[in-house]
Nanobody, 128 residues
Framework: QLQLVESGGGTVQPGGSLRLSCVTSRYSWDSYAIGWFRRAPGKDLEGLACVSSGGGIRNYADSVKGRFIISRDNTKKTVTLEMKSLEPEDTAKYYC?????????????????????WGQGAQVTVAS
């Protein structure tokens, strides 16, 4: 069982910034691609950003490209999501997820079905 814990959620005003973190103590952290997803009330799960196991590949959804940045530190076993220019439509519960991958096939995609392990989520609310 790979346990993931998100932190850094909260309430921010429109136009503001927030940083989310995803951490684990698993020794094989560097064998997993990590993705960030969100679910807004009444909407489907949306893939936002992902990073390959070694950090060399990153992909973003069009809705967050240029506003969100994903990065990872395999020494600290941490993945972060830097979010800026937040708007009310960004209000959602944000999840990190892990997808095991072989060293010879680094990749990441925004398909939630590819991810095997999920955190409990962190609420982000954007409001005046």
């Amino acid at each position: 069982q790979l346990q993931l814990v998100e932190s850094g959620g909260g309430t921010v005003q429109p136009g503001g910034s927030l940083r989310l973190s995803c951490v684990t103590s698993r020794y094989s952290w560097d064998s997993y691609a990590i993705g960030w997803f969100r679910r807004a009330p009444g909407k489907d799960l949306e893939g936002l950003a992902c990073v390959s196991s070694g950090g060399g590949i990153r992909n973003y959804a069009d809705s967050v490209k240029g506003r969100f940045i994903i990065s990872r530190d395999n020494t600290k076993k941490t993945v972060t999501l830097e979010m800026k220019s937040l708007e009310p439509e960004d209000t959602a519960k944000y999840y990190c997820a892990a997808d095991y991958q072989y060293y010879s096939d680094p990749h990441c995609r925004l398909n939630a079905q590819e991810y095997d392990y999920w955190g409990q989520g962190a609420q982000v609310t954007v409001a005046s």
